[in-house]
């Protein structure tokens, strides 16, 4: 019973290859196939979408390579088998094996090479980075939200501010468990682990609202949990420092007058001659 | 002719492995010491554990089908999703690789039985029991910390419940039980070798053999290290991995990508190594670079599973290990390129006949070249940092452990099958599998790496609409459900051909290694004469001197050419 015969077998495999194929097409626009992060906003990350791009068509070239070899190897066919020693198999076989070693130097040549050294994978070097002018910002992870604390004591939650064109210095702590810090255009992802600090670089240069999921499973509000970076203009950036701080000191003193006004009205309703001395 | 008396007592009954004490047969299956038994109960558990893994897996496609989905809330989804990472890992891909090697080492090494028959005895029932542990855990509290349950998550203040303590102990029973096999069966390859049998003769899957279950007896402990620390923080208030008082989180990533590494490569090395088998039998010729091939192996799996820290790009750790874990994954490309070019020549340069062991082979081949090369790109910290956590990470990884674990698996077990039965695979049913459970596998991952490139991360219960990743995740969705009937499909044809295959002769491919000597299935004792091997190809050697010894007995005795 051969319920699929060869040219089936053949028109199967072309067919799921060539859906898989237009599915791909159809679903990806040009831009997001071969460009990693579109919408990158920090020097680093163009630098991680050239990486991205050559190591992808060196991944794809070598995908197709291999299975149009093996394609090629187990198409059923009548053929005359060469005996062992002859055709130069030994060469060949030396050659592909050179191949092989010349692609592995090429990728780490790539990858080890500046361009690729130097986008913010949490060491302290940064293209561009000046070690005095940076604003450091603590990210503190928590189930399920980011709290940020700037420098002057300032701190908010839910969506970090930043100047444009402004190196900054994250450093990610968690008060709980680990969770994924996640902005693709600006930072790539990082953990942030309890008892650890990782510190990550970015630079923004242009304004805008960035954001991203966070990616390390932290439970059950994971999936809401977002890191959300917001990049304004330096006078702005000033001006919301200024308009946190006054926020955070109304907040304070409304808490402040609060108790007071209990106390005091504690202090009316027990007179303090009916209070018995606690031995 | 018939001189023989009608029972023959065997031929040396003092070697016999298991006894001869009459007992029901689920009692025989249940105690036996032989090789052949124990392999054959992980085997089929394997299978068993892969229908549920899929089973689990088509939930939480199911669930992800579409944005915003409310068929499963958040907590019954991270446990589907605990348990199907411990299945598909721990009950599926490792028992099958260790079943196999189980199964056929002794009988290609031509020994009588393993070197110590109790320790793998135990062995399976430690794996048993931490199957059923698992399962189990259904009926009061699943696990539901995640994949690799990092702690503090998986620490009893966040997870108090019962969930994680069922992880730990079944995942620790399962590696417990596979490290005893893994000893039993390396003091087997090293002591049991038939006379003659050099290293430099044992065939390619003893050499994967020794070179895994060394791999296991280093990993192993490791996991289980850090296992009792994880235990000892939930139950005993201990501190391993609470960062602030002297603990540290991340020794538990370091411990446990150790192990889920070196797991992988154990897999990748495992598969490959039945692969060279297959394509050696089917293409019946002794492969060329059978030296590159042994070499590439161990390669494999020394530096892979050195490479642990690739799954870390993105943790607190100093970049020296990054660059080194990207150094390490980046070599790995010379040994699977070595490995993939080998076999693919073999076939090529020959006139094969088309079956499905060597079918699913080229089919784990193709798979796993996609896999391996989105892992090469995962492992670089520039793409990792971008890449890593998202489904194109999870993508690569399952077009690589299911090109190898499911596609190898089935090439493997239905390579030995008429071995292991005494009867044939059918090879409609076996086509048809193979055709629905690859594009299964395309249609369902190919999209996945579309998702993750858009950014979709892992291991989260929705997506929302506004991510722009619903086609994606319909078609991976779509895709997983054909995987799923394919692997049903497959597996049922395991079932089937057992009682309805074509009975088997001893040696239906004209296989070289000396398991195809033994009858099919073979004896309890496996071996009633042991051969004397002087090549790397035994059973090529005794099929020639029988060839000879008719050649003489045809000819007239006085033309008999002395023999050299």
Redesign the interface.
């Known amino acids: 019973?051969?319920?699929?015969s060869r040219p089936g077998?053949i028109l199967?495999?072309c067919s799921?290859?060539a859906?898989?194929a237009v599915?791909?097409a159809f679903?990806?626009t040009p831009a997001?196939?071969l460009s990693?992060?579109p919408d990158a906003a920090s020097p680093g990350?163009e630098?991680?979408n050239t990486?991205?791009l050559i190591?992808?068509v060196v991944?794809v070239i070598?995908?197709v390579f291999?299975?149009l070899?093996?394609l090629?190897?187990?198409r059923?066919r009548?053929?005359h088998?060469?005996s062992?020693g002859t055709g130069g198999?030994r060469q060949?076989?030396v050659g592909?094996?050179l191949g092989?070693?010349a692609?592995?130097l090429f990728?780490?040549a790539t990858?080890?090479s500046s361009q690729?050294r130097e986008?913010?994978?949490?060491?302290s070097d940064v293209a561009g980075l000046n070690a005095d002018d940076r604003l450091e910002i603590k990210v503190t992870g928590q189930q399920w939200l980011w709290r940020y604390d700037y420098p002057n004591t300032a701190f908010s939650y839910h969506q970090l501010v930043v100047p444009v064109d402004t190196t900054v210095a994250l450093d990610?702590v968690?008060a709980?468990?680990?969770h994924?810090w996640?902005v693709?255009s600006l930072t790539?992802?990082?953990?942030a682990?309890?008892?650890?600090?990782?510190?990550i670089f970015f630079r923004a240069d242009r304004e805008g609202v960035f954001s991203?999921?966070?990616?390390?499973?932290?439970?059950?509000?994971?999936?809401a949990m977002e890191s959300e970076v917001k990049v304004v203009s330096t006078a702005e950036y000033e001006a919301f420092i200024k308009q946190l701080k006054a926020d955070i000191q109304e907040a304070q003193d409304s808490v402040v007058a609060t108790q007071e006004r209990e106390l005091r009205e504690a202090a009316e309703e027990t007179p303090t001659g009916e209070v018995e001395p606690q031995p | 002719m018939s001189s023989f008396p009608r029972t023959m007592p065997p031929t040396r009954p003092e070697i016999v492995t298991g006894d001869a004490v009459d007992r029901p047969g689920w009692a025989r299956l249940a105690t036996s010491p032989d090789h052949k038994v124990i392999s054959l109960i992980l085997i089929s558990a394997a299978f068993g554990s892969a229908f549920l893994a899929a089973l689990e897996l088509v939930l939480v496609r199911m669930q992800l089908a579409v944005p915003e989905n409310l068929f499963l809330s958040a907590v019954t989804f991270d446990r589907l999703l605990s348990v199907y990472g411990a299945t598909a890992i721990f009950l599926f891909i490792l028992p099958l690789c260790i079943g196999l090697l189980y199964y056929v080492t002794p009988l290609q090494i031509g020994s009588r039985g393993t070197a110590l028959p109790r320790l793998g005895q135990t062995g399976l029932w430690l794996f048993i029991l931490g199957g059923f542990l698992l399962y189990a855990s259904f009926l009061f509290t699943p696990p539901e910390a995640g994949i690799n349950p990092f702690p503090p998550l998986s620490q009893h203040i966040f997870t108090p419940n019962n969930g994680v303590d069922v992880w730990i102990a079944s995942t620790g029973l399962v590696t417990l039980g596979i490290l005893l096999l893994a000893i039993d069966l390396l003091v087997t390859v090293r002591n049991m070798r038939a006379p003659g049998m050099a290293w430099r003769r044992a065939p390619i899957f003893v050499w994967t053999a020794a070179i895994v279950c060394w791999q296991i007896v280093i990993i192993a402990p490791i996991f289980l290290a850090a296992l009792t620390m994880l235990m000892i923080d939930r139950q005993l208030d201990g501190g391993f991995f609470t960062g602030g008082v002297g603990g540290a989180p991340l020794l538990w990533q370091h411990l446990s990508y150790i192990f889920f590494t070196g797991a992988y490569m154990a897999v990748a090395v495992t598969m490959l190594g039945a692969i060279s088998e297959i394509v050696q039998t089917f293409t019946r010729r002794q492969l060329p670079g059978r030296g590159v091939i042994i070499s590439s192996l161990a390669a494999i799996a020394v530096i892979g599973t050195l490479a642990w820290t690739q799954n870390m790009i993105t943790a607190p750790i100093p970049v020296g290990f990054k660059y080194y874990a990207m150094l390490l994954s980046i070599a790995l490309i010379v040994p699977f390129g070595l490995i993939f070019y080998n076999l693919v020549s073999a076939v090529s340069n020959s006139d094969f006949h088309m079956r499905g062991p060597l079918r699913f082979a080229m089919g784990a081949l193709s798979l796993a070249s996609v896999g391996l090369a989105v892992e090469v790109s995962q492992s670089t910290i520039a793409v990792g940092s971008q890449l890593q956590q998202t489904y194109d990470a999870w993508a690569a990884t399952h077009f690589a452990l299911i090109g190898f674990g499911l596609f190898g698996g089935f090439a493997a077990v239905s390579y030995w099958y008429p071995k292991m039965t005494g009867r044939m695979l059918d090879e409609d049913r076996s086509r048809i599998s193979f055709w629905v459970m690859f594009a299964g596998t395309l249609i369902a991952l190919v999209p996945l790496l579309g998702a993750g490139v858009e950014g979709q991360v892992t291991d989260s219960y929705r997506f929302f609409a506004s991510d722009n990743l619903s086609r994606f995740n319909l078609l991976a969705s779509f895709g997983t459900l054909i995987l799923f009937i394919g692997l049903i499909l497959a597996v049922g044809n395991l079932i089937r051909s057992r009682s309805e295959g074509a009975a088997s002769t001893p040696d239906p491919w004209r296989g070289s290694s000396l398991e195809w000597l033994t009858l099919s299935p073979p004896e309890p004792h496996n071996f009633d004469v042991l051969p004397d091997v002087r090549s790397t190809q035994p059973m090529q050697d005794i099929r020639d001197s029988l060839v000879r010894r008719e050649v003489e007995e045809a000819a007239p005795a006085g033309e008999r050419q002395p023999v050299a």
């Open positions: 019973m051969a319920v699929l077998k199967t495999l799921t290859i859906s898989a599915a791909m679903f990806t997001s196939a990693l992060n990350i630098k991680i990486f991205h190591i992808f991944g070598a995908i291999v299975n070899a093996i090629r190897a187990a059923p009548h053929r088998v060469h062992e198999g060949m076989r592909l094996g092989v070693v692609l592995a990728v780490t990858v080890f690729a986008v913010p994978v949490g060491s990610l968690s709980d468990v680990v994924g996640n693709p790539g992802k990082a953990q682990v309890p008892g650890k600090t990782n510190r991203g999921r966070a990616s390390v499973l932290s439970g059950q509000g994971y999936d």
